[in-house]
């Protein structure tokens, strides 16, 4: 199964590069110089348009992520876990207006929520 990938030195997700000049697949930080040969030479692309909450679904991990900011400020209204990582909807429509989208960070509920 893949995994996402992260920095060791910056905690920024790490995506897939070619080292054409060793032949071989590398996963690189946008943010910095860190670099690590991947493990497996198979990378798949698929993209598809998804509301931002549709994002949420698919992503298991996302109170595990360290590049997100958390709030102790909005429990869980679920489990009232105190934590929570969030972030804003990314609409390309200039009439939608501002939607926070929250991740309960209790890995036995991750429960999904809106402001």
Same mark, same amino acid.
């Given at each position: 199964?893949? $995994?996402? #990938?992260?920095?060791?030195?910056?905690?920024?997700?790490? +995506?897939?590069?070619?080292?054409?000049?060793?032949?071989?697949?590398?996963?690189?930080?946008?943010?910095?110089?860190?670099?690590?040969?991947?493990?497996?030479?198979?990378?798949?692309? *698929?993209?598809?348009? *998804?509301?931002?909450?549709? %994002?949420?679904?698919?992503?298991?991990?996302?109170?595990?992520?360290? !590049?997100?900011? #958390? !709030?102790?400020? !909005?429990? /869980?209204?679920? /489990?009232?876990?105190?934590?929570?990582? +969030?972030?804003?909807?990314?609409?390309?429509?200039?009439? $939608?207006?501002?939607?926070?989208? +929250?991740?309960?960070?209790? !890995? %036995?509920?991750?429960?999904?929520?809106?402001?």
């Amino acid at each position: 199964m893949a $995994t996402v #990938r992260f920095c060791q030195n910056c905690s920024n997700m790490l +995506y897939p590069r070619v080292d054409n000049e060793h032949s071989r697949l590398m996963y690189a930080c946008r943010n910095c110089e860190f670099e690590e040969v991947a493990e497996s030479n198979c990378v798949f692309r *698929h993209e598809v348009l *998804h509301t931002p909450s549709e %994002k949420t679904m698919a992503v298991v991990d996302l109170g595990e992520d360290p !590049t997100l900011p #958390r !709030t102790n400020a !909005t429990p /869980c209204p679920r /489990c009232n876990w105190s934590q929570a990582v +969030y972030f804003q909807s990314q609409s390309r429509h200039p009439d $939608t207006r501002m939607t926070l989208y +929250y991740v309960c960070c209790n !890995t %036995k509920c991750q429960h999904r929520w809106q402001s």
